[in-house]
């Protein structure tokens, strides 16, 4: 069965500073891999996603993803953190031994971003 | 900017009850799925609908149910209410579920639902 974990339920860090929030996954077959941010009473926004090429995915708001096979992790990183950067996020997985590749979700890192 | 729509936004029903949440696709897409977040929780997948058939379901019982309809809105219906289902759902839609050159899906901002 095809899953993620998420080891750490919250992740603090000063701005300015690096930030990872891990992600490791377990799959048959390719793994596609995806990581979401909810803010507040918001719904899921995607942030990248890999399919297959580099190992480092770039995504949105300085957001980056580094996958590696022989661990197989996915940790979200950030060169620098902004306050903004505080909220709830998501590694997910599509499920390839599903018709419908659904998603399969982790438990949620919430990241704290100190000023 | 999210281009799916989901409402109603707060909804607050009595255990036993019905409700009906709705999800507006982003424009092109076929496919809808469900999910459920309970709190402090990862989103569950509920079902799928593509092109107004339901192509895959998760672990909810019967009483969650679902339409597609021909412009690829979709509903989700919860009959029996049970203060478990206190939850928020998200709707999201993909361009085609099948294509595997592209994968990713637009999430709706979600109903809160309360069973009281």
């Known amino acids: 069965a095809q899953s993620v974990a998420q080891p750490e339920d919250q992740v603090n860090v000063a701005e300015g500073n690096p930030l990872t929030v891990k992600c490791t996954y377990s799959?048959?077959?390719?793994?596609?891999l995806f990581w979401y941010v909810q803010y507040p009473n918001r719904g899921l926004q995607f942030l990248l996603k890999?399919?297959?090429?580099?190992?480092l995915v770039k995504g949105s708001y300085g957001f980056e993803a580094e996958f590696n096979k022989s661990q197989t992790s996915f940790h979200l990183k950030k060169p620098s953190a902004l306050v903004s950067d505080s909220a709830l996020y998501f590694c997910?997985?599509?499920?390839?031994?599903?018709?419908?590749?659904?998603?399969?979700f982790g438990s949620g890192t919430r990241l704290l971003v100190r000023p | 900017e999210t281009g799916v729509t989901q409402s109603p936004t707060h909804l607050i029903k009595t255990r036993g009850q019905q409700v009906t949440l709705r999800c507006s696709s982003q424009?092109?897409?076929?496919?809808v799925s469900w999910y459920q977040q309970a709190l402090g929780q990862g989103p569950q997948f509920i079902f799928q609908y593509y092109r107004e058939e339901e192509n895959g379901r998760g672990n909810f019982p019967p009483r969650f149910s679902g339409l597609q309809f021909p412009n690829y809105s979709s509903e989700l219906n919860v009959n029996a209410l049970e203060l478990d289902d206190s939850a928020l759902y998200l709707c999201?839609?993909?361009?085609?579920?099948?294509?595997?050159?592209?994968?990713?899906?637009?999430f709706g901002s979600g109903t809160r639902l309360t069973v009281v």
């Open positions: 890999y399919i297959t090429g580099d190992n």
């Open positions: 997910a997985v599509r499920d390839g031994g599903d018709s419908s590749y659904k998603l399969i």
């Open positions: 799959v048959s077959g390719n793994p596609y």
């Open positions: 999201a839609s993909s361009l085609d579920f099948r294509d595997r050159s592209y994968y990713g899906y637009t």
């Open positions: 424009s092109g897409h076929n496919t």
